[in-house]
């Protein structure tokens, strides 16, 4: 049974800085693409950044310049740095693994809100 377990959530002041972590108790880690999403109440979860196997980078327009996604395969963990937080960051922030055929699987989510 895959498990994605997310960490590094919390209560941050505008303009701070979090780190949200996701391990994997999965084998062969570096095969699967890893993404970060995100779900404020009321709303849709959208796309945060992605990470392909392959190197590939991906982020919303709305965190350019302010995340960082990044991967330690021999940890089979996912990053995301996130820097200059704002009051529309809040939401509970999930991390994803798929191959890219049959198989994907989500975390349970952590809460990140900013707020002064």
């Known amino acids: 049974q895959v498990q994605l377990v997310e960490s590094g959530g919390g209560l941050v002041q505008p303009g701070g800085s979090l780190r949200l972590s996701c391990a994997a108790s999965?084998?062969?880690?570096?095969?699967?693409?890893v993404a970060w999403y995100r779900q404020a109440p009321g709303k849709q979860r959208d796309l945060v950044a992605s990470?392909?196997?392959?190197?590939?980078?991906n982020y919303a327009d709305s965190v350019k310049g302010r995340f960082t996604i990044s991967r330690d395969n021999a940890k089979s963990t996912v990053y995301l740095q996130m820097n200059s937080l704002k009051p529309e960051d809040t939401a509970v922030y999930y991390c994803k693994l798929w191959d890219g055929y049959s198989r994907e699987f989500w975390g349970q989510g952590t809460q990140v809100t900013v707020s002064s």
């Open positions: 999965v084998t062969a880690f570096s095969i699967y693409n």
């Open positions: 990470l392909t196997r392959a190197g590939i980078i």
